[in-house]
């Protein structure tokens, strides 16, 4: 495959990859509306993010077919990523984890939601108690 | 890969990069758009990180995006469907452009100009629910990058830089598409050849890339 023909395929590929990243975000989607938590939690999203990254990068942006002198200088220097990102959640969870063992902070709060914050019918009323009181 | 394949391809590595000649056997504009892009996907790794940093030590608990991010029609909220929207309008884009990519390689100026045409539009509806998403975030719920009411106050200037940064790709990548689409249809690259559609077509699928990973990051995880 000369540089000169440029990046031409059938069409058929293109076709499957996109309906497989259809599929692949669906399954993302499911995870949450399926209220998975956890460690499977993570491994399904992480699963899923990686095979439609990898089929984009591979299939529609081509890399797949480049020569190997392209392949590397595209996919080697973000490699170096991988180590920043790995030193900051050493540091991250080196950090959360002195607060939660010197400094009392709870590690199972949980944060407000807009359903809390909004409520239903009755919040209003509340609220407008509130401020008569004052 | 077989042993033949390998050691061809490692010959070939060798072969680029040991003569006194042109490393990379593409057009020129290719291999400056990927160099464009690998500095990009450092910018991105840095918010992202910077993101995983913030999150592991704010003193108070990280809003939960699920709640934050459903929408009701009509009935019961439905958690992150935004989201999962704006993500379906993007891949489904990617596959517009990928096609787009294709025709330009076969010449077929007509077609190319309407799937690029068309991806530009797609993009400009992402553009458009997302202007939607930041001003229900900012009027209702009442998000700013300094505080919010759900919990960590890290969570607006996150939110903000990420997906704004991200905005701003995909605004920027439709005017790029359609000032390519325009003059494939004007004509500009029967000469030349239509290597300019690969390399438009490249900008786009990263900023679909970026997305995967802002969609599990941000709001699934």
């Known amino acids: 495959m000369s540089a000169e023909a440029g990046q031409q395929h059938p069409l058929g590929i293109y076709y499957k990859i996109w309906i497989l990243l259809f599929v692949l975000s669906s399954f993302s989607y499911a995870v949450d509306f399926f209220e998975v938590q956890g460690g499977m939690r993570w491994a399904l999203v992480l699963l899923f993010m990686a095979l439609k990254a990898g089929f984009i990068v591979a299939i529609f942006m081509h890399v797949v077919w480049e020569r190997m002198a392209l392949v590397l200088t595209i996919l080697g220097p973000p490699l170096v990523l991988l180590l920043l990102i790995g030193l900051m959640s050493v540091e991250g969870f080196y950090i959360s984890g002195t607060r939660v063992q010197y400094m009392g902070q709870d590690p199972n709060q949980v944060a407000l939601t807009p359903s809390d914050l909004h409520g239903g019918g009755h919040g209003e009323e509340e609220e407008h108690a509130e401020e008569e009181a004052h | ?221």
């Not at chain 2, 517009?96 to 100026?109: E, H, I, Q, S, W």
């Not at chain 2, 701003?168 to 439709?174: E, K, M, N, R, Y």
């Open chain 2, 1 to 221: 890969m077989s042993e033949a394949a390998i050691s061809e391809s490692n010959s070939t590595l060798v072969d680029d990069w040991s003569a006194d000649k042109q490393a990379y056997h593409v057009p020129w504009g290719k291999a400056m758009m990927w160099i464009f892009l690998v500095s990009d996907t450092f910018i991105f790794t840095c918010f992202l990180t910077s993101y995983l940093h913030v999150r592991l030590t704010t003193t108070e608990p990280w809003p939960l995006q699920s709640e934050i991010f459903a929408l009701s029609f009509g009935g019961d909220p439905i958690p992150l469907i935004l989201i999962a929207i704006m993500t379906f309008i993007l891949i489904t884009s990617s596959g517009t452009m990928a096609l787009a990519v294709n025709f330009g390689y076969r010449k077929d100026k007509v077609k190319t100009f309407w799937f690029m045409v068309a991806t530009a539009a797609f993009g400009a509806s992402f553009v458009g629910m997302q202007a939607f998403e930041w001003s229900k975030l900012i009027l209702e719920e009442g998000v700013r990058p300094w505080s919010n009411p759900f919990g960590a106050p890290q969570f607006g200037s996150i939110f903000f830089m990420i997906t704004g940064f991200h905005g701003l790709h995909v605004t920027a990548g439709v005017i790029y598409l359609l000032t390519v689409a325009f003059k494939v249809k004007k004509g500009h690259y029967d000469k030349k050849g239509y290597e300019i559609v690969e390399i438009a077509g490249l900008y786009w699928h990263f900023v679909d890339l970026v997305w995967v990973f802002i969609f599990a990051f941000f709001y699934l995880l």
